[in-house]
Antibody
Framework: EVQLVESGGGLVQPGGSLRLSCAAS????????MSWVRQAPGKGLEWVVNIKEDGSEKYFVDSVKGRFTISRDNAKNSLYLQMDSLRAEDTAVYYC???????????????WGQGTMVTVSS | DIQMTQSPSTLSASVGDRVTITCRASQSISDWLAWYQQKPGKAPKLLIYRASSLESGVPSRFSGSGSGTEFTLTISSLQPDDFATYYCQQYNSYSGTFGQGTKVEI
């Protein structure tokens, strides 16, 4: 079964750090671009970051540039999101998602994890 | 940055209705557009990719059309399971902006 499972969410104080993980199974992880998407409570979806199959390209939404870092370990079939200098507005459910493949391009987000909640509050 | 605008924000409909949701991009995105369905407390589910391609396993009552800056999602005959929130998304290698969502309610 193709699956993504996030972990690492929790309560953190403003200015603090948190590292999210996403464990992939059921597919060849190293062949796919991956992304993180978040959703603040009661709000819509917000794309956060994309990472290329080999980790050589990374693209972030402006609001997290310089604070969030994305990485992947293809040997461990795992994706990570390091979140530093956290703010109240980063409070959200964070989803990891697989980018489908079309020719050599990353396509739509076809597989999603169940999400992990991050709460930034004092 | 590319902005995505969906309309309407909320849509009231009945079982059996034909429903259309519109999404507009602030600049041309060719056909790099997807539609997702999300139910409360659940992850989004891909319905349509590349503007008009139906994801495997998605009922054929869902269809997408458009290119450039104007796109539509159509549900030909609304079913009870279709009451949910729908999002459009433009995507490429370096971004993935979502529309604000359309809640389809009874």
């Amino acid at each position: 079964e193709v699956q993504l499972v996030e972990s690492g969410g929790g309560l953190v104080q403003p200015g603090g750090s948190l590292r999210l993980s996403c464990a992939a199974s059921g597919f060849t992880f190293s062949r796919y671009w991956m992304s993180w998407v978040r959703q603040a409570p009661g709000k819509g979806l917000e794309w956060v970051v994309n990472i290329k199959e080999d980790g050589s390209e990374k693209y972030f939404v402006d609001s997290v540039k310089g604070r969030f870092t994305i990485s992947r370990d293809n040997a461990k079939n795992s994706l990570y999101l390091q979140m530093d200098s956290l703010r109240a507005e980063d409070t959200a459910v964070y989803y990891c998602a697989r980018r489908a493949r079309w020719l050599q391009f990353p396509d739509a987000f076809d597989i999603w994890g169940q999400g992990t909640m991050v709460t930034v509050s004092s | 940055d590319i902005q995505m605008t969906q309309s309407p924000s909320t849509l009231s409909a009945s079982v059996g209705d034909r429903v259309t949701i519109t999404c507009r991009a602030s600049q041309s995105i060719s056909d790099w557009l997807a539609w997702y369905q999300q139910k409360p407390g659940k992850a989004p589910k891909l319905l349509i990719y590349r503007a008009s391609s139906l994801e495997s396993g998605v009922p054929s009552r869902f269809s997408g059309s458009g290119s450039g800056t104007e796109f539509t999602l159509t549900i030909s005959s609304l079913q009870p399971d279709d009451f949910a929130t729908y999002y459009c998304q433009q995507y490429n290698s370096y971004s993935g902006t979502f529309g604000q969502g359309t809640k389809v309610e009874i």
